[in-house]
């Protein structure tokens, strides 16, 4: 299985130590954004396949990052936030967030959790295959992944207008 990219947002300097030196460790690729806006500018240049973020940045409060990463994608975003009211967790989660870890965490549950994560993106990935390659007109039923996988034999129909809607 390929590692994903993976946004790491996160302004405390030895706890995005502790994460990258673990993503590393694991042969996880990262990019890194110390901030709220970096990290929306980093989500837009890099698209990542996941985002750890942290909640408590400088410039602004990770529930907005968020909201504007919702606003134009569904990248995973699992929150690592040292606030563990439920009422935080849960307005994160409401906003669009798809996990929530507390701070402190076990590397190991980082690790679970981005396993997780990553069979979830397969199986969409593997859905939206699977859904995009059949093309449905009425009754007309054509797989495409099957026209793909076999290659394309020209039929004695191609030019006897039922192909183009003239016969």
């Known amino acids: 299985m390929n590692k994903p990219l993976i946004l790491v947002v996160e302004d405390d300097p030895s706890v995005r130590n502790l994460i990258t030196t673990t993503l590393k460790t694991n042969d ?13 500018m980093e989500a837009t240049s890099h698209n990542p396949e996941i985002i750890l973020l942290d909640l408590g940045l400088p410039d602004m409060d ?14 995973p975003i699992i929150v690592i936030s040292a606030r563990s009211e439920d009422n935080d967790k849960i307005k994160a989660l409401d906003a669009g967030a798809d996990d929530y870890l507390t701070k402190p965490f076990s590397v190991e549950e980082l690790l679970a959790r981005l396993r997780v994560t990553q069979r979830r993106l397969s199986l969409m990935t593997a859905e939206m295959f699977t859904a995009s390659s059949v093309f449905v007109n009425g009754k007309l039923k054509v797989d495409i ?3 793909l996988k076999s290659g394309w034999k020209e039929s004695p129909f191609m030019n006897s207008g039922f192909v183009n809607g003239m016969g």
């Open 28 to 40: 996880y690729r990262y990019v890194v954004a110390p901030s709220g806006s970096t990290a929306i």
């Open 62 to 75: 990770g529930v907005q990052v968020i909201q504007t990463v919702r606003s134009w994608s569904n990248v």
């Open 145 to 147: 992944s099957v026209v």
